[in-house]
């Protein structure tokens, strides 16, 4: 089974440029989840998808911070313009629900780690 | 919110036991899990516990639930070069999202 995609693996640009990453789920899964992972912290929680929809974006910077989760599979989050704060490792994550209990597993790709200069 | 937190960094000899710590505050947590980050590469379930156990094993991995004083630890038998990463605990909250620790940086000496 192909694991969680995403690309690009690293990302430089200057602040105020945009950015745009792209996530491909594992197979069947219909919950997609966005972190951003500062270094030295834990993963914080942007956007979580259930298909095609939006369970909780309540942490997502919606001036600068925005996703889309078309047909329900593959992701991208765009980030624009990029501030100096931004730099931080962006994970995405997909889970099948029904197996979310007991384990409540969640498969996460590498990551794209982003430099904003 | 609700909050975990974990010692930043652990060092220990190899094939000594290593003990990883972590408290919460959510009452109502039903799953605790750790992750394991190795360099460039993805966050990966090692193992989790379920609120109403006390203790789960799995090989090397003894993982411990004292849910009066919210506390999880992770313990690894025998810690090998491999076992180097950095170890995150996560708390499933209602919402069926995960709280994260800020990770505990395991090094391994020789």
């Known amino acids: 089974e192909a694991g969680v995609a995403q690309s690009p693996r690293y990302k430089i640009i200057e602040k105020r440029q945009s950015v745009a990453f792209w996530c491909n789920p594992i197979?069947?899964?219909?919950?997609l989840y966005w972190y951003q992972q500062i270094l030295g912290q834990g993963p914080k929680l942007l956007i979580q998808?259930?298909?095609?929809?939006?369970?909780?974006d309540s942490q997502l910077p919606k001036d600068r911070f925005s996703a889309e989760r078309l047909k329900g599979v593959d992701s991208t989050l765009k980030i624009q313009p990029a501030k100096l704060e931004d730099s931080a490792v962006y994970l995405c994550?997909?889970?099948?629900?029904?197996?979310?209990?007991?384990?409540?597993?969640?498969?996460f790709g590498p990551g794209t780690r982003l430099t904003v200069l | 919110g609700e909050d975990v937190e974990q010692s930043l960094f652990l060092s220990v000899r190899e094939g000594d036991s290593s003990v990883i710590n972590c408290t919460y505050t959510?009452?109502?947590?039903?799953?605790l899990y750790w992750y394991k980050q190795e360099p460039g590469a993805g966050l990966q379930l090692l193992t989790y516990?379920?609120?109403n156990m006390d203790m789960k094993q799995d090989q090397r991995l003894t993982v411990l639930l004292n849910k009066k004083d919210k506390h999880l630890s992770l313990r690894i038998a025998d810690t090998q070069t491999g076992d180097s990463a950095i170890y995150f605990c996560?708390?499933?909250?209602?919402?069926?999202?995960?709280?994260w620790g800020a990770g505990t940086k395991l090094i391994i000496k020789p």
């Open positions: 197979s069947g899964h219909a919950t």
């Open positions: 996560a708390d499933m909250d209602s919402n069926y999202q995960l709280i």
């Open positions: 994550a997909s889970s099948h629900l029904l197996e979310l209990r007991p384990k409540g597993e969640q498969f």
């Open positions: 998808f259930q298909n095609n929809g939006v369970v909780d």
């Open positions: 959510d009452s109502s947590s039903t799953y």
């Open positions: 516990i379920f609120s």
